[in-house]
């Protein structure tokens, strides 16, 4: 960190009032306090972070820095080397108005070393984890579920020991046989149903007998509740936006199912009761209109059965359902234990690398009919981005992502991107041959958001960086997008209507003669953030890492230009400002608003 990216970090630490998930800022300037350790193992078992001493929160984030800077640094390193694993921190320090400010950079523990803890307290007691401003301690099962995933789990082929084959359900068995017969050739031709069953982990021996496994009673067994009660669906549906509120006629829920039998049956059933509790909305396909469910089927269908196939089945979790919750604005499917392996929620459905808890279920899945044409799973590590792809042809907004460590959650936002008003803007545009991956993008901008190339992914689906990248570049081609780099970093906004700032000071210029000043580089930063949407103070201040007051006499200056426009009532919170079009630029009266 230098000291502009210093300042850029107070800005915003001002803006929030507070510290945040990813910055802890303490005053020490009695030395480096006893709980540090705490904030160091909660941003490593995180998504890392930055502490910052020398700066007193209570008194507006002032700089006061700290008396020994060498000490703290040194005793800031010794407290990295006391955690397992060792934490390998930035540490440095900058002068900022003559105090010495130190800053240690504390980068995230790859998954499978987590949990990163205090090595005197051990795991148990000396793990910590990031939530908003604050450190919180690590509950016993979020432990053992990190432990576990440092090994490969198998609770997904233990013994069911109270089941025996009479359970699973024959016919299915029979199905799967011939479909694994079919399909691999010559390696199950010549051994018994037995053996077969036993080869692919639905069987096992126990005493002497053939016995269900666990992943064997999900897949095929008539009723797996028997022996795990909760190893099932819980479906509800919310009349309104807040569970617990009640609805018109004082409702709780218009629904609430808890649905039991083998993977195949749950998945099933819960589709049938979601569509019963769905509206069907109408999509735009070229120059038709379909009617379509408010949530795509396949969309339904891989959510349930990915947290199905991926939920912790140890028996810690074996008390904790697969939950389903259905509300006017949001689906939400929760399944117990987070996200397992090398994975994490940024890299969902934008490549195919995949890790699972539970292989040998899914590598039954992979040949098991669910009983509309498709097998349980594909198990190729796409499931997440089909999921993005149709909800991009649909015109939705993507799905939301969280891993809580003892839960994983999928949100998918019951909002149509390509609505009337957004087709209606799409068709302004010009005739362009776009697809509804770019489609969905620029409204996305429309709406104020920035686009890397990984978040193009994530909204259309495509796995390849290189299709995103091409589709992206058609996009600034044809000068509907900006490409801005920052920091190392590209991302996209929303062209300005009239593409150039540089043709706009020409234009003011031409007008006006030489008394307009060209822009300045704040200017011009805020320019291109603005792009073609229509952003509040925040949201600018978000985009170009400048200061509050910044912004505000930098977009001071841009008015006198004529070069934005406020849309709302001067000093209103909700107050929003664009950049003017060449059309609708008036240089005799550059303050106005509307």
């Known amino acids: 960190m230098d000291e502009v990216e210093f300042g850029r970090h107070l800005a915003r630490l001002r803006r929030l009032g507070a510290d945040h998930s990813t910055c802890e800022v303490k005053k020490s300037q009695g030395g480096l306090p006893a709980s540090i350790w705490e904030t160091i193992s909660?941003?490593?078992?995180?998504?890392?972070?930055?502490?910052?001493?020398?700066?007193?929160?209570?008194?507006?984030?002032?700089?006061?820095?700290?008396?020994d800077a060498g000490a703290i640094e040194r005793d800031l390193?010794?407290?990295?080397?006391?955690?397992?694993?060792?934490?390998?921190?930035?540490?440095?320090t900058l002068l900022v108005a003559d105090k010495a400010i130190v800053v240690a950079e504390i980068p995230q523990v790859a998954r499978d070393q987590r949990p990163c803890h205090k090595r005197s307290l051990g795991p148990w007691y000396g793990s910590r984890y990031r939530v908003a401003d604050g450190d919180r301690k690590l509950t016993d099962y979020e432990i053992s579920v990190l432990l576990a995933n440092r090994v490969q789990q198998q609770h997904d082929i233990s013994p069911a020991l109270r089941a025996s084959g009479e359970d699973l359900d024959q016919k299915a068995i029979d199905g799967f046989l011939r479909r694994i017969r079919d399909s691999r050739g010559t390696i199950f031709s010549s051994v018994t149903d037995e053996q077969a069953l036993?080869?692919?982990?639905?069987?096992?021996?126990?005493?002497?007998?053939?016995?269900p496994t666990l992943?064997?009673?999900?897949?095929f067994g008539r009723y797996p509740q028997r022996y795990e009660p909760q190893l099932n669906v819980t479906v509800v549906a919310y009349p309104t936006s807040r569970p617990g509120e009640s609805g018109p006629r004082g409702e709780r829920f218009t629904e609430n199912r808890s649905l039991d039998g083998s993977i195949p049956v749950m998945v099933t059933e819960a589709i049938r009761v979601l569509k019963r509790n769905m509206r069907l909305r109408s999509i735009d396909q070229g120059i038709f209109r379909t009617d379509e469910w408010e949530y795509p089927e396949?969309?339904?269908?891989?959510?349930?059965?990915?947290?199905?196939?991926?939920?912790?089945?140890?028996?810690?979790?074996?008390?904790?359902?697969?939950?389903?919750?259905l509300y006017p604005d949001r689906l939400v499917v929760r399944n117990p234990g987070g996200l397992y392996g090398p994975v994490d929620v940024t890299s969902l459905g934008t490549t195919t690398v995949s890790s699972s808890r539970n292989r040998m279920l899914l590598k039954i899945l992979e040949d098991t009919p669910l009983g509309d044409g498709h097998m349980v799973c594909e198990n190729r590590g796409t499931g997440i981005a089909r999921m993005r792809l149709a909800l991009s042809r649909a015109g939705m907004e993507p799905p939301k992502f969280?891993?809580?460590?003892?839960?994983?959650?999928?949100?998918?936002?019951?909002?149509?991107?390509?609505?009337?008003?957004?087709?209606?803007?799409?068709?302004?545009?010009?005739?362009?041959?776009?697809?509804?991956?770019?489609?969905?993008a620029l409204v996305l901008m429309r709406k104020?958001?920035?686009?890397?190339?990984?978040?193009?992914?994530?909204?259309?689906?495509?796995?390849?960086?290189?299709?995103?990248?091409?589709?992206?570049?058609?996009?600034?081609?044809?000068?509907?997008?900006?490409?801005?780099?920052?920091?190392?970093?590209?991302?996209?906004?929303?062209?300005?209507?009239?593409?150039?700032?540089?043709?706009?000071?020409?234009?003011?210029?031409?007008?006006?003669?030489?008394?307009?000043?060209?822009?300045t580089d704040f200017q011009r930063e805020v320019l291109v953030a603005l792009g073609g949407a229509e952003l509040s103070k925040s949201a600018i201040v978000t985009r170009t890492q400048l200061t509050p007051q910044q912004v505000v006499d930098t977009l001071r200056g841009?008015?006198?230009?004529?070069?934005?426009?406020?849309?709302?009532?001067?000093?209103?919170?909700?107050?929003?400002?664009?950049a003017m079009r060449r059309s609708s630029a008036n240089t005799n009266d550059p303050g106005r608003s509307r």
């Open 42 to 67: 909660a941003f490593a078992n995180t998504e890392g972070g930055t502490i910052i001493l020398g700066v007193d929160e209570k008194q507006d984030f002032r700089v006061v820095g700290v008396r």
């Open 77 to 92: 390193a010794s407290v990295c080397q006391d955690l397992e694993p060792m934490v390998r921190a930035d540490i440095h």
């Open 198 to 211: 036993e080869m692919m982990n639905v069987l096992t021996r126990h005493e002497g007998k053939w016995i």
């Open 215 to 219: 992943a064997g009673l999900l897949a």
């Open 298 to 325: 396949e969309v339904l269908r891989e959510a349930l059965v990915n947290a199905l196939v991926h939920r912790d089945y140890s028996e810690h979790a074996r008390g904790a359902q697969v939950q389903v919750e």
């Open 402 to 440: 969280v891993d809580n460590i003892s839960t994983f959650e999928a949100e998918f936002p019951n909002h149509t991107l390509l609505d009337q008003e957004a087709l209606d803007w799409l068709s302004s545009l010009g005739d362009y041959s776009l697809s509804n991956a770019q489609r969905s």
């Open 448 to 519: 104020g958001n920035s686009l890397t190339n990984t978040v193009y992914r994530s909204v259309s689906g495509i796995q390849d960086s290189r299709i995103a990248y091409k589709e992206l570049k058609e996009l600034v081609d044809r000068g509907l997008v900006d490409q801005v780099r920052s920091g190392g970093s590209t991302y996209y906004v929303l062209a300005r209507e009239d593409s150039a700032v540089d043709g706009e000071i020409y234009m003011l210029e031409s007008s006006q003669g030489a008394e307009t000043s060209p822009v």
């Open 558 to 578: 841009l008015r006198k230009k004529g070069l934005v426009e406020m849309i709302g009532q001067p000093r209103s919170k909700n107050a929003l400002w664009r």
